[in-house]
C-alpha cells in the first residue's frame, strides 16, 4: 500500500488555513481575508505543480498520487486518495473558483456599498472571518470529495460538505435563508442516507472487506441487487446534480446563497454530483447503468429544455442563473450516460467548463447586485453606458454560458452533442434546441439589464476596481483559452473515460456517415 | 411446621460468590449506604463535599474495577449473575456515564446554589414552599439515591436470572421515581413526572413480573439458560412461552422509553431536573439496553424467528413515533425525549441482527448516544431566564450571537444525533446498519428514511440558534461551574473523538461482544 503524501498535504492545506482564520478575532477581518486569499493561491499553485506531474502517457495508471492509510479497521475503511484525469481537472477547477471567490467577496459583508442586502434592522454586523473560514473549510471537503478513492470517505466528504454551505447560505444569504438552507440540507441529506443505505448494502453483498474503489468494481455481480444499490447512489447524485425532477432546491438555495457562496455551491458542489454519476455509479454498477440509461437520458432532455424555459420567465438574476445549471446539467448527464467516449469526455470538460462559467456569472451577477441592492432585473437598465466594464465581463461570461464557438463550453457541448448524436440521434435533436434557448435566457437577461435607457438608479453605480476585475478576469481567460485549445485538458480526462466505459462494457459505436465527425484527438 | 421448614433450610446450601466480579455493585451498594450514614452524620456545610467525594469516588472505583475484570467471563451466585464482555461493556458504560451526570447534579452555579430542590415533599404553591424556592438550603440526598440507581443499572444488564433482573430493575426505579421530582424550579410539573413515572413505571414492573410468572410456569426455572434449554427441547405448548417473553418484554421496552410503552418519556423527561433527565436518558437507557440484550441473545436465542418481527415491529413504532412526533414539539427537553424515542428505535435495529456484530454495535451506539445526549441535557442547563431553564424552542433562536461557543456545541451534538459523517453518531448509525443489513435490508432503509426526518427538527434547532435573530427579552447564559465545564466537555469530546477515530471503542467492543448462558 502506497503512501502518497502529495494529495494529503492539498488536503490538508485549506484545513489548516481555515482552522487558523476561525483562531481570529473579529476585528482582524483584513488579516482573515488576507491569510484566506493566501492560502486559496497557494492550494492553486500546488494544484498547478501536481497537474504538471501527472502522467498522461499511453502506460499511465489511472489514479495517480496514490496514498491509503487504514483509517477505520472494524469496517475495513481507510484514508485513501488519488486522483484520475476527472478527478484532477475538477479538483483544478474547484481550486481556481475558491480565490476568485474570496476576491469577489472582499467587501461584500463589511461595507454597505460592497453589500448584496440592505442591512438588517438590528444593524447586526456578520462575522467577516467566519464567512472566509467557512470558504476555506469546504474547499477542504471539496478536494476532499474528488480525491476520495474509498467509497466511506468520499461518503464522508460528500455528507460533511453540507455544513459549512448550510451555514454560507443559512448566516451570509438573503432574506430568506432560513428556508433556502433548510431546503438544501434536507434535500442533501435524504439523497445522502440512501447513498448511505447503498454503500452499507455494497459492503455486505460484495463480501468486500475495504471500501477502496477498485476493490468494490466488478463485484456486484446480480443485476437485481445492483439496480437497488445504483438507485441509492443515483438519488443521492441527482440530487446533488441537479437532475429534473430533484432540483427545486437549487433555485432556492442559489437565490439566496451570497453570490460568492452561490458560486461554490454551483459551481463546485453540483459537480460532485456528477462527478458521482462517473465515478461510482458507472463503474461499480454497469449493469444497472446500462438498464437505467435510458430513463436518465429522458430526464436530462426534459431538463434541458424544461430550465431554459423558466430561465427565460425568472426575473430574479440569481435564480435566473441556477435554472440555467440546472439545464447545463442536462448536458452533462447526456454526455454521461450516451455511453460514449465523446460523450463521456465532453461531459467532464463540461463540468470543468460550467463550474468556471457559472463562477464567474455569479460573481459578476453578485457584483450587479451589489451596486443596485436588487436581484430583479427589473430594476436595471442601461448600465453598460455607466458601467461598461462590469457589461463587458458580465456579457464575455454569458456568453460562455450560452455556448458561443471560440469559448471552451462550445467545445464541451458539441463533444457532447456528437456523443450522444451517435447513440441516440432524436435526444441529441432535441437537446439542440437547448441551445438556442441558452441564447435567448442569456441575451434577454443582458438586454434588460445593460441595455436600453438608463435608470436613474442606474446612474449611480461605479464600475469594477482592479479587485473586482482580477476575481473574475482569469475566469474568463481561461474559459477563451480552453476555448481555443482544450488538448492539454482533453489529454488528462480521456484515459479516464475510456477506462470508466470499459468497466460499463461500452465501446463507441463505429463511426458511421451520420457520425462522420472528427470525435476528439 | 416450624421444625420441618428449618430441616428444609439445611438442605440449601450457599451458593458460591465470586467477589471480585461483583466488586463494582458492591463498591457502589456500599459507598450508597456510607453516603446515607453521611447524609445523618455529617453537619450540613461537610455534606455536599463528603457526598460528592463518595459518590465520584466509588464510581471511579467501580469503573477501575471493571477494566480490571476484563477478559472475565463466568457465571456466579448459582448462575444468576453473568460477568462476561457484554455485561462488563454495559456497565463500564454506564459508569463512565454516571460519572459525568453526576457531575451534572453536583451543578453548584447556575441556580441559587442548585438545581435540586431541597425539601420535594411540600406542597406546591404554599408558603413554605415559595420560601424554600429563594431559599439557600440544599440537600444532598441526591448523591447516595444516584448511587443506588447505578447500583441497580449494574445488575439489571448482568442478571441472568429474571427474578434478580426484577429486583434490579426495582433498585434502579426507585430511586429515580424519586429523584423526577426534585426539580427546584416547575415543581409543579416536576411532582407530575415523578408520580407518573411512579404509577407507569409500576405498572411496567407488574407486566414483568407476571411474564417472569408464565416463563417459570413454561420452564420451570427463571433462569436464561434453562428457559433457552426448555424452549429447545420441551414438547410443551408455546403459549406460555410466547406470552411470557411479550410480558417481560413490556416491562423492558418501557424503561428504555421505547414505542409504544414511551408515552412517560416527554413528560418526564421535561418534568425532571435536567441532570436527572440526562441521568435517565443515558444509564437507564443503557442498562435497559443492557437487559434487553441479555434477554434475547441468552434467554431467547433460539427463537428468533418468533420475536424478531415483533421486534422489527417496535423499532419501526419507535422510529416513526420519535421522529414524527418530535416534529411539532417546541420545548428542547421534550424534542431531546422524541430524539431519544427515534433512537431507541435505531438501536434496536442492531438487536435484529442477533450477531456478534449487532451486539458489539448496540454497545458501541449506545455508548456514544449516551455522551451526547448527556452534553446536550446538561447544555440546556445553562440557557436560563428568570423562570430558571428556557427550554421553549423561541427562547432559543439567535443563540448564537450571545454565544458562540454554546451555539456550536449544541450544533456538534446535534449534528452528532442526526447521524452526520465525522461525529460519533454517524460511526454509531453505520455500525449498527451494517449489522442488520444481512437479516433486515428493508428495516435499515426505513431506519435511514426516519434519521432524515429526525433530522429536520435538530437541523430546526441550528436553523433558530444560527440563524434567526435574537427575542429582546432572551434568556441569559450562565457561566457554569467546574463540574458542569467538566461534563460538557467529556460529552463534546467523545462525540468528537469517536467520530474521529472510533477503532480504539470499535476494538473494546467487539472484543467484549459475547454473553455467556
Not at chain 1, 470543468?352 to 457559472?358: A, E, K, P, Q, R
Request: proline residues 5%.
Amino acid at each position: 500500500m502506497s503512501h502518497d503524501w502529495t494529495l494529503v498535504a492539498l488536503v490538508l492545506i485549506p484545513l489548516v488555513g481555515s482552522i487558523l482564520v476561525f483562531s481570529l478575532k473579529e476585528a482582524q477581518a483584513k488579516l482573515a481575508k488576507q491569510i484566506s486569499l493566501a492560502v486559496s493561491l497557494i492550494v492553486v499553485v500546488y494544484t498547478a505543480v501536481v497537474g504538471f506531474r501527472f502522467d498522461t502517457g499511453p502506460n499511465a495508471a489511472r489514479f495517480q498520487f496514490q496514498g491509503s492509510w487504514t483509517w477505520i479497521r472494524a469496517f475495513g475503511v481507510h484514508l485513501a486518495f488519488g486522483v484520475d484525469g476527472i478527478a484532477l481537472v475538477l479538483v483544478g477547477m474547484s481550486v481556481l473558483l475558491v480565490p476568485a471567490v474570496i476576491l469577489a467577496s472582499w467587501n461584500s459583508l463589511d461595507s454597505r456599498a460592497g453589500s448584496e442586502e440592505a442591512p438588517t434592522p438590528t444593524g447586526h454586523r456578520r462575522s467577516v472571518k467566519n464567512y472566509f473560514a467557512l470558504l476555506l473549510l469546504l474547499e477542504f471537503f471539496m478536494i476532499g470529495v474528488f480525491t476520495a478513492t474509498d467509497v466511506f470517505l468520499f461518503y464522508v466528504f460528500f455528507e460533511a460538505m453540507l455544513v459549512p454551505m448550510y451555514f454560507i447560505i443559512g448566516i451570509f444569504g438573503g432574506p430568506r435563508r432560513q428556508y433556502a438552507a433548510m431546503k438544501f440540507f434536507l434535500y442533501s441529506l435524504i439523497g445522502g442516507l440512501l447513498m448511505l443505505a447503498s454503500v452499507i448494502g455494497l459492503y455486505v453483498t460484495t463480501g468486500s472487506r475495504s471500501f477502496a474503489i477498485t476493490d468494490l468494481i466488478g463485484r456486484v455481480p446480480d443485476t437485481a441487487t445492483q439496480k437497488w444499490l445504483f438507485l441509492g447512489f443515483f438519488i443521492a447524485c441527482a440530487i446533488n446534480a441537479p437532475l429534473v425532477p430533484f432540483h427545486t432546491w437549487l433555485p432556492d438555495a442559489g437565490a439566496e446563497a451570497p453570490a460568492g457562496g452561490a458560486a461554490l455551491l454551483v459551481g463546485v458542489l453540483d459537480k460532485v454530483g456528477t462527478f458521482g454519476f462517473l465515478r461510482y455509479c458507472l463503474p461499480l454498477f454497469p449493469a444497472a447503468s446500462r438498464w437505467f440509461a435510458p430513463t436518465v437520458l429522458i430526464l436530462s432532455v426534459i431538463g434541458i429544455l424544461y430550465a431554459a424555459f423558466l430561465a427565460i420567465g425568472q426575473r430574479d438574476m440569481k435564480r435566473l442563473v441556477a435554472y440555467t445549471s440546472v439545464a447545463h446539467f442536462g448536458f452533462i448527464g447526456l454526455g454521461i450516460f450516451a455511453f460514449t467516449t465523446q460523450g463521456g469526455t465532453g461531459a467532464v470538460l463540461y463540468m470543468v467548463n460550467h463550474g468556471l462559467s457559472t463562477g464567474a456569472l455569479f460573481i459578476v451577477v453578485g457584483l450587479l447586485i451589489a451596486r443596485g441592492k436588487s436581484r430583479n432585473v427589473d430594476d436595471y437598465g442601461g448600465a453598460a453606458k455607466v458601467t461598461p466594464i462590469l457589461a463587458g465581463l458580465f456579457l464575455l461570461a454569458g456568453l460562455s454560458a450560452l455556448a458561443l464557438p471560440g469559448m471552451s463550453t462550445f467545445v464541451s457541448e458539441f463533444l457532447v452533442l456528437v456523443g450522444t448524436f451517435t447513440r441516440h440521434k432524436g435526444l441529441a435533436i432535441l437537446a439542440t434546441t437547448g441551445i438556442i434557448l441558452a441564447a435567448i435566457y442569456v441575451l434577454y437577461l443582458y438586454q434588460r439589464t445593460f441595455q436600453g435607457a438608463v435608470s436613474e438608479k442606474v446612474l449611480k453605480f461605479r464600475d469594477l476596481n482592479a479587485r473586482e476585475i482580477l476575481s473574475v478576469a482569469p475566469l474568463l481567460a481561461l474559459i477563451v483559452f480552453l476555448g481555443v485549445y482544450p488538448k492539454p485538458v482533453l489529454d488528462i480526462i480521456n484515459p479516464a473515460i475510456k477506462d470508466t466505459l470499459t468497466n460499463v462494457h461500452q465501446t463507441d459505436p463505429a463511426p458511421t456517415l451520420g457520425t462522420a465527425v472528427g470525435g476528439v484527438k | 411446621m416450624s421444625h420441618m421448614l428449618l430441616a428444609e433450610a439445611a438442605k440449601i446450601t450457599a451458593p458460591s460468590v465470586s467477589y471480585h466480579a461483583l466488586a463494582p455493585i458492591l463498591i457502589v451498594l456500599g459507598a450508597a449506604l456510607v453516603g446515607v450514614l453521611a447524609e445523618a452524620v455529617l453537619p450540613r456545610s461537610e455534606r455536599y463535599a463528603a457526598q460528592l467525594i463518595i459518590t465520584l469516588g466509588s464510581l471511579v472505583a467501580a469503573l477501575v474495577s471493571v477494566a480490571l475484570l476484563h477478559g472475565t467471563s463466568e457465571t456466579t451466585v448459582s448462575g444468576a449473575l453473568a460477568i462476561d464482555g457484554g455485561g462488563l461493556f454495559i456497565q463500564g458504560s454506564v459508569l463512565a456515564l454516571s460519572i459525568v451526570s453526576v457531575l451534572l447534579m453536583a451543578e453548584r452555579s447556575v441556580d441559587i446554589v442548585s438545581p435540586i430542590v431541597a425539601s420535594a415533599a411540600l406542597v406546591v404553591g404554599s408558603p413554605a414552599d415559595r420560601q424554600l424556592a429563594r431559599s439557600p438550603r440544599i440537600q444532598t440526598e441526591i448523591f447516595p439515591l444516584a448511587l443506588f440507581a447505578v447500583a441497580g443499572m449494574l445488575i439489571f444488564p448482568v442478571s441472568n436470572n429474571l427474578l434478580l433482573m426484577f429486583v434490579a430493575l426495582e433498585v434502579l426505579s426507585l430511586p429515580l421515581y424519586l429523584m423526577a421530582g426534585l426539580s427546584r424550579r416547575r415543581r409543579l410539573l416536576s411532582q407530575e413526572a415523578a408520580l407518573k413515572y411512579f404509577l407507569l413505571g409500576a405498572f411496567a414492573s407488574a407486566f414483568f413480573l407476571y411474564g417472569v410468572a408464565l416463563l417459570y410456569g413454561y420452564a420451570n426455572s427463571v433462569d436464561l439458560p434453562k428457559i433457552l434449554a426448555a424452549a429447545q427441547q420441551s414438547t410443551k405448548s408455546d403459549v406460555l412461552l410466547y406470552v411470557g417473553l411479550a410480558l417481560l418484554l413490556v416491562g423492558l421496552l418501557f424503561k428504555a422509553g421505547i414505542a409504544p410503552f414511551h408515552s412517560w418519556t416527554p413528560d418526564v423527561y421535561q418534568g425532571s431536573p435536567t441532570p436527572v433527565t440526562a441521568f435517565m436518558a443515558s444509564c437507564t437507557k443503557i442498562a435497559a439496553f443492557g437487559a434487553i440484550l441479555r434477554v434475547l441473545y441468552v434467554g431467547f436465542n433460539t427463537t428468533a424467528w418468533n420475536w424478531r418481527p415483533v421486534v422489527w415491529a417496535v423499532a419501526i413504532a419507535s422510529m416513526a413515533v420519535g421522529a414524527i412526533f418530535g416534529l411539532t414539539q417546541t420545548d428542547l427537553k421534550r424534542i431531546l425525549a422524541y430524539s431519544s424515542i427515534a433512537h431507541a428505535g435505531f438501536i434496536l435495529v442492531g438487536i435484529v441482527a442477533l450477531s456478534k456484530d449487532g451486539l458489539s454495535s448496540v454497545m458501541f451506539y449506545v455508548l456514544t448516544y449516551g455522551f451526547s445526549t448527556l452534553a446536550a441535557f446538561g447544555l440546556l442547563m445553562l440557557v436560563r431566564d428568570a423562570d430558571g431553564e428556557a427550554t421553549h424552542l423561541a427562547q432559543w433562536s439567535g443563540l448564537a450571537r450571545k454565544s458562540p461557543l454554546v451555539a456550536t456545541i449544541m450544533t456538534i451534538l446535534l449534528m452528532s444525533m442526526a447521524g452526520i459523517p465525522l461525529t460519533a453518531g454517524f460511526i454509531g448509525k453505520f455500525f449498527v446498519f451494517r449489522a442488520a443489513y444481512h437479516v433486515a435490508a428493508p428495516l435499515v432503509v426505513m431506519a435511514l428514511v426516519f434519521s432524515a426526518i429526525a433530522a429536520f427538527y435538530y437541523l430546526r434547532i441550528v436553523v433558530l440558534m444560527f440563524f434567526a435573530e435574537p427575542p429582546e427579552h432572551g434568556p441569559t447564559i450562565a457561566i457554569p461551574g467546574w463540574s458542569t465545564s467538566v461534563a460538557l466537555t467529556l460529552g463534546v469530546l467523545v462525540t468528537v473523538v469517536l467520530g474521529i477515530v472510533p477503532q480504539p471503542i470499535l476494538d473494546l467492543a467487539a472484543k467484549a461482544a459475547h454473553l455467556v448462558g
